[in-house]
């Protein structure tokens, strides 16, 4: 079956550092992925997304790209602010074979301190 | 930017009551989802909803839960018989297009108690 693993958290930065948010994924067909994200109270908000190998998706300053060769989707960002400060899942859907659902990581909190 | 509605916030019920989860989905979407998400764990996917009718369910899905378009605009969840583990935040989400991601609504917090 699908499933999506993601680093584990919390990770904590200092503002301005650079950021990686490691996803790897299993998927029997060719999957869509993607990364939400959640700020305190607030429901899930897609970040950016990647429909097929070698797309970049891109998004408020945060970037990932669909590597099919390492079934990798990592997020990465230059330089984050202390607005950053969330929990992002990383998820995959796959229509192949006609599922749609989403298939999301457990998630990592991240918080950018001053 | 267009929403998708989530009522109430949060809802607080007694075990084995029945509870009945709003959402009004933006309006020119044609897929409707609700997915829920204990606290500290993954988000997991319940049931998907195209055309009137249920296109996909998970495990979790039983015979105590039930989706309905009833007029329109609002897509509902019902789950009939609550327990002590179905206390989660249940999210609602609608997409034109399937392969592009959805748009989640802010959640509503389930407490049974």
């Known amino acids: 079956g699908n499933s999506v693993t993601q680093m584990e958290g919390p990770v904590t930065l200092s503002e301005e550092a650079f950021l990686t948010i490691n996803c790897t994924y299993t998927?029997?067909?060719?999957?869509?992925l993607f990364w939400y994200v959640q700020y305190p109270g607030e429901g899930l908000q897609l970040l950016l997304k990647?429909?097929?190998?070698?797309d970049k998706g891109s998004n408020k300053g945060f970037e990932a790209t669909y590597r099919k060769e390492t079934t990798s989707f990592h997020l990465e960002k230059g330089s984050v602010q202390v607005s950053d400060s969330a929990v992002y899942f990383c998820?995959?859907?796959?229509?192949?074979?006609?599922?749609?659902?989403?298939?999301f990581g457990t998630g990592t909190r991240l918080t950018i301190i001053p | 930017e267009p929403e998708v509605t989530q009522t109430p916030s949060h809802q607080v019920t007694q075990m084995g009551q029945e509870v009945i989860l709003r959402c009004v989905p933006i309006?020119?979407?044609?897929?409707f989802y609700w997915y829920r998400q204990i606290l500290g764990q993954k988000v997991e996917f319940l049931v998907s909803?195209?055309?009137?009718?249920?296109?996909?369910k998970s495990e979790i899905f039983d015979d105590q839960f039930s989706v309905e378009r009833p007029d329109g605009s609002n897509f509902t969840l019902k789950i009939r018989s609550t327990k002590l583990e179905d206390s989660a935040m249940y999210f609602c989400?609608?997409?034109?297009?399937?392969?592009?991601?959805?748009?989640f609504g802010s959640g509503t917090r389930l407490t049974v108690v």
């Open positions: 309006s020119n979407h044609l897929y």
């Open positions: 998927a029997t067909g060719y999957p869509s």
């Open positions: 989400a609608s997409g034109s297009e399937r392969r592009y991601g959805y748009t």
């Open positions: 990647a429909t097929k190998a070698d």
């Open positions: 909803f195209y055309n009137n009718e249920i296109s996909e």
């Open positions: 998820a995959l859907s796959d229509y192949t074979f006609g599922n749609e659902k989403l298939t």
